[in-house]
């Protein structure tokens, strides 16, 4: 069974802090997405990684697929209060299957 | 606005109950997705469908079914709810074989609570 851990489970920093999330698993993934869910709100889009060693930027958020594609990292330069939310890492586990990893919940204090 | 819209935000049900969630997609995608959402377990997938009438099992099917009578519908049913189907649930819809590099959509989610 393919699992997905992501540390922490629980964020809270200051307004302008740098954080990172990671996104763990012993097995290999085609490619891999980070999603940010807000309360009330479905899971949407941040990014897809595709290539092991990839390095994508969202404005003030880096992520990066691990050489070996077990692994993603999520980093946030300069926190904001908006950058609060739920995110998600989620790996490809087929040809239809996407397995999801276990959450981080970010809170940014103004 | 691409949307997938799910029928209930929030549901109550007894113990025993029949529950009906449905999701409709506009966005013309084959594939259509029922997530459980539970907190620090993420999401995991209970059915998901890649065309109409096919359906595949996900992690966690007891319990329930699906139904996918149209392309842009997809329903899950809990035949008998259980407590421990309280939940949030999460439908999300796909584009073809592009599926597994391609954006999942999400619903607003349905929450239920089986008293």
């Known amino acids: 069974t393919q699992l997905l851990e992501q540390s922490p489970q629980f964020l809270s920093i200051q307004e302008g802090e740098n954080l990172t999330v990671y996104c763990n698993s012993s097995?290999?993934?085609?490619?891999l997405q980070w999603y940010r869910q807000e309360p009330g709100e479905g899971p949407v889009l941040l990014v897809t990684?595709?290539?092991?060693?990839e390095v994508k930027k969202l404005k003030r958020l880096t992520f990066q697929f691990g050489d070996a594609r077990k692994d993603s990292s999520l980093h946030i330069t300069a926190a904001q209060p908006g950058d609060t939310g739920l995110y998600l890492c989620?790996?490809?586990?087929?040809?239809?299957?996407?397995?999801f990893g276990t959450g981080t919940r970010l809170k940014v204090l103004a | 606005d691409v949307k997938v819209t799910q029928s209930s935000r929030y549901l109550v049900k007894r113990t025993g109950e029949k529950v009906f969630l449905e999701c409709v997609q506009d966005?013309?995608?084959?594939?259509m997705f029922w997530y459980r959402q539970d907190p620090g377990l993420g999401l995991r997938l209970i059915y998901f469908?890649?065309?109409?009438?096919?359906?595949e099992k996900g992690d966690i099917p007891e319990g329930y079914s699906v139904s996918r009578e149209k392309k842009e519908r997809f329903s899950l049913i809990l035949e008998s709810a259980s407590t421990n189907q309280t939940s949030m649930y999460l439908c999300?819809?796909?584009?073809?074989?592009?599926?597994?590099?391609?954006?999942?959509?999400f619903g607003e989610g349905s929450r239920l609570t089986v008293l």
């Open positions: 999300a819809s796909s584009p073809p074989r592009v599926a597994t590099r391609g954006e999942l959509f």
């Open positions: 989620a790996g490809a586990g087929g040809t239809y299957k996407y397995i």
């Open positions: 990684v595709v290539t092991g060693g």
């Open positions: 097995s290999v993934f085609s490619s």
């Open positions: 966005m013309d995608h084959e594939n």
């Open positions: 469908s890649y065309d109409v009438k096919m359906k």
